[in-house]
């Protein structure tokens, strides 16, 4: 079992969104903000369906470190909870309609399904959100222009999600070990095929309903350019394909060694960047 990285560092953070909103934080460009906007929109409920997913199983894992390691997942994620739905509330705050934009997301994630389906749902989410974690660290020149609370936000998110990307598809191959390998390997990437129809669905609707409070009209020339931010310029989703990709291999693992130097450039510009967490933004030696 190979570990993305031992050490998991819960960071308690409050970046303080809500209380300083900003319209159109990244340089101004409406479009980009409003697809990472949206992005923040998935991840509460998300994040809350990942911590359930898991602890599910948390009963039936034998190995001590694999344990350990869910528990301080979790807690990442409770903070990533809270700071996303302070993120969202000042969004709400601006005018934005949140609760429909978020309505779509809990009918999805709140569906009564097996436990094994949502754990491989949860491998998916982890997955697309580990690749675009790896995107924002190696670009982060695209956060230059953006207010300082979101821009922090966003690197504390990606180099938390690297350090815990592959807790659970560990807790995936533990628990469906006695499995044939090819029923392991269809669950899993369809997860993937139904996890990106659907938040591709969830993130055009909740685009156009965000681009509607800033008056823009959302026919089929903003259809075209959702497309071009995801793939064009900035790309924000075209640079992270590399990685997404990746898990169709048959025995795909995450390897801490694909992503080692992102992680430690992450860890650096906390640092840097976010004084109160310097202690805290790189593994203590033992």
Known sequence: MEMADKHIIPRNITFGISKNPTRHWLGGDMMATALIDCMSILLPEGERFFIRSLKH???????????????????????????????????????????????????????DQPAAI?????????????????????????????????????????VEELEHSAVSLNVYHEVTSKWPAWKRYFL??????????????????????????????????????????????????????????RYYLPFYRPNPNHYKKELQKGREWIGREIPELAHDSVPHST
């Open 57 to 111: 199983y948390l009963p039936l894992i034998k190995d001590e470190e694999l344990r350990q390691e869910i528990k301080g997942y979790s807690v990442q994620e409770a903070f990533h909870t809270r700071e996303h739905l302070d993120y969202n509330k000042a969004m709400a705050d601006m005018g934005y309609d949140v609760d429909e934009m978020e309505a779509p997301v809990k009918r999805f994630l709140n569906k």
């Open 188 to 245: 899993r990437v369809g997860a993937l095929n139904v996890i990106i129809y659907h938040i591709t669905q969830i993130i055009f609707k909740n685009m156009a309903i965000y681009a509607k409070h800033d008056g823009q009209k959302t026919g089929f020339f903003f259809k075209f350019k959702i497309l071009w931010t995801m793939y064009g310029k900035p790309g924000f989703i075209r640079k992270a394909l590399h990685t997404i990709a």
């Open 118 to 158: 949502n754990l491989a749902a949860t491998c998916a989410i982890e997955h697309l959100t580990m690749s675009y974690s790896i995107a924002v660290l190696r670009n982060m020149d695209m956060f230059e222009n953006a207010a300082a609370p979101y821009r922090r936000l966003w690197v504390w998110h990606s």
